[in-house]
């Protein structure tokens, strides 16, 4: 029952979203220029298409795109938003011993037919950082007929999506470094729609972790308008998003190339 509703919900959720086109941000010119190929697009793009401060293009662009592009949809809920959030956190809790205090958003994700997700970490590579997550837990909320697998291929791992099965692993060691065999991808669903729920446990806690963020003021666009983000090209794929994050606002991401 709860994956039926989780599921519904979403999906109702999206389809009023999507009323509004998604505007279209990227990791990079490179990484704009890589999806705009694998979309077989002949546009000629340069940083003047990406609007002021930001690596995102504006509304009629994106809607130009729209069509051509293909991505996953996410919406998320935070802790004490609802009353499942908090059944949902001391569940697992109890099951795996991750800390409460910890964890971060909820994030429901479906995949369409044909959509998946490229090789990554949940954490970051190399890097001294400590505020990244250390554990995920994955909940499948739906069967999926053929694909949609799991896969961890550095550990010969494949998990097929099955209603109600719980995923958990460790990104990081004890030591708070990623590990980069705990790289995985979603496999391109081929038959059905697949639905996830999962929420990523840091190595500490801070104060931000498990609140809503505020919004930033760019781009300009209407309220509650969605986000399509594309990530390193290599390394992700573009994926729809209810909330905004700073990931495509120059300055910011500037400041944290910065940080020593």
Same mark, same amino acid.
């Given at each position: 029952?709860?994956?039926?509703?989780?599921?519904?919900?979403?999906?109702?959720?999206?389809?009023?979203?999507?009323?509004?086109?998604?505007?279209?941000?990227?990791?990079?010119?490179?990484?704009?220029?890589?999806?705009?190929?694998?979309?077989?697009?002949?546009?000629?793009?340069?940083?003047?298409?990406?609007?002021?401060?930001?690596?995102?293009?504006?509304?009629?662009?994106?809607?130009?795109?729209?069509?051509?592009?293909?991505?996953?949809?996410?919406?998320?809920?935070?802790?004490?938003?609802?009353?499942?959030?908090?059944?949902?956190?001391?569940?697992?809790?109890?099951?795996?011993?991750?800390?409460?205090?910890?964890?971060?958003?909820?994030?429901?994700?479906?995949?369409?037919?044909?959509?998946?997700?490229?090789?990554?970490?949940?954490?970051?590579?190399?890097?001294?950082?400590?505020?990244?997550?250390?554990?995920?837990?994955?909940?499948?909320?739906?069967?999926?007929? /053929?694909?949609?697998? #799991?896969?961890?291929?550095?550990?010969?791992?494949?998990? *097929?999506? +099955? =209603?109600?099965?719980?995923?958990? !692993?460790?990104?990081?060691?004890?030591?708070? /470094?990623?590990?980069? #065999?705990?790289?995985?991808?979603?496999?391109?669903?081929? *038959?059905? +729609? =697949?639905?996830?729920?999962?929420? !990523?446990?840091?190595?500490?806690?801070?104060?931000?972790?498990?609140?809503?963020?505020?919004?930033?003021?760019?781009?300009?666009?209407?309220?509650?308008?969605?986000?399509?983000?594309?990530?390193?090209?290599?390394?992700?794929?573009?994926?729809?998003?209810?909330?905004?994050?700073?990931?495509?606002?120059?300055?910011?991401?500037?400041?944290?190339?910065?940080?020593?």
């Amino acid at each position: 029952m709860e994956c039926d509703r989780l599921t519904m919900v979403h999906d109702k959720y999206v389809s009023e979203l999507n009323k509004q086109v998604p505007i279209i941000c990227f990791d990079s010119i490179k990484s704009f220029r890589e999806y705009l190929k694998e979309a077989k697009l002949k546009f000629k793009v340069s940083l003047n298409d990406f609007t002021e401060g930001t690596t995102c293009i504006n509304e009629t662009f994106s809607k130009t795109l729209q069509p051509h592009f293909k991505w996953s949809y996410s919406t998320a809920f935070y802790p004490g938003e609802s009353k499942f959030s908090t059944i949902f956190a001391e569940r697992i809790s109890r099951a795996t011993g991750l800390k409460l205090e910890n964890g971060g958003k909820f994030q429901i994700t479906s995949y369409p037919q044909n959509i998946g997700y490229k090789n990554h970490t949940d954490c970051i590579v190399d890097t001294d950082e400590k505020r990244d997550r250390f554990a995920t837990i994955l909940v499948y909320l739906k069967d999926v007929e /053929e694909g949609g697998e #799991t896969k961890f291929p550095q550990l010969g791992i494949s998990v *097929k999506p +099955h =209603k109600g099965l719980a995923l958990i !692993w460790n990104s990081m060691n004890t030591r708070g /470094e990623c590990d980069p #065999t705990s790289i995985h991808n979603a496999a391109k669903v081929i *038959k059905g +729609h =697949k639905f996830i729920i999962q929420r !990523w446990y840091y190595y500490h806690n801070f104060p931000a972790l498990g609140k809503r963020p505020p919004q930033p003021a760019l781009p300009k666009r209407g309220d509650y308008q969605p986000r399509v983000s594309c990530d390193e090209y290599k390394q992700g794929s573009c994926r729809w998003y209810d909330e905004w994050n700073y990931d495509h606002i120059v300055d910011y991401t500037a400041n944290l190339h910065n940080l020593v």
